[in-house]
């Protein structure tokens, strides 16, 4: 299928979405009217316990209608979280590397195989590739295309 084709697909996927939330949003604001009116309505909190209570319902309510009326947000960040555990623990323990400098070459290291991840290259092919590549280049050569970002595979290279 062609890429606008494809696009215009999503969108008309987006679109089903938000019109089959569009109730969704109208029974969630009745909810939380309720809700709010059950809070308020018993007397059993101090006013300024009201106050805050009404504050956080007035931010949730506006975070939740708003994500309901988008149609694209999600509720959770689970796949970002996971995306980024990887690094926090490898934060941890490069404190205890044993001396600075290895800290921060291991922190290189492990930037560059973690950015060849999220690009979808073999880690050990492109570090053999690139540490093969640098005897031979120049400063003035283009060291940019030895990025994860820009490299293509030696055989690819005309």
Same mark, same amino acid.
């Given at each position: ?31 939380? =009217?309720?809700? /709010?009116?059950? *809070?308020?309505? %018993?007397?059993?909190?101090?006013? #300024? ?5 009404? &504050? ?42 044993g001396h600075p400098? =290895?800290?921060? /070459?291991?922190? *290189?290291?492990? %930037?560059?195989?973690?950015?060849? #991840? ?5 880690? &050990? ?25 820009r490299w293509q ?6």
């Open positions: 299928m062609p890429p606008i084709e494809l696009v215009l697909e999503e969108n008309q996927a987006l679109k089903g979405r938000v019109d089959s939330l569009t109730e969704e949003v109208a029974d969630l604001k009745a909810e939380l =009217a309720i809700f /709010r009116k059950q *809070i308020f309505g %018993s007397g059993k909190n101090e006013k #300024q316990d009201k106050a805050q209570l009404l &504050l956080t319902l007035g931010q949730l309510e506006a975070t939740l209608v708003a994500h309901c009326e988008h149609g694209c947000t999600q509720l959770d960040n689970n796949l970002m979280e996971n995306a980024i555990r990887p690094s926090a623990i490898g934060k941890k323990n490069f404190l205890f590397i400098d =290895a800290g921060d /070459r291991s922190a *290189i290291i492990y %930037s560059i195989i973690v950015s060849c #991840q999220r690009r979808g290259i073999d880690p &050990l092919a492109y570090m053999r590739d690139v540490l093969s590549r640098l005897p031979s280049m120049t400063n003035r050569d283009d060291l940019g295309a030895l990025t994860p970002a595979p030696a055989a690819a290279v005309v």
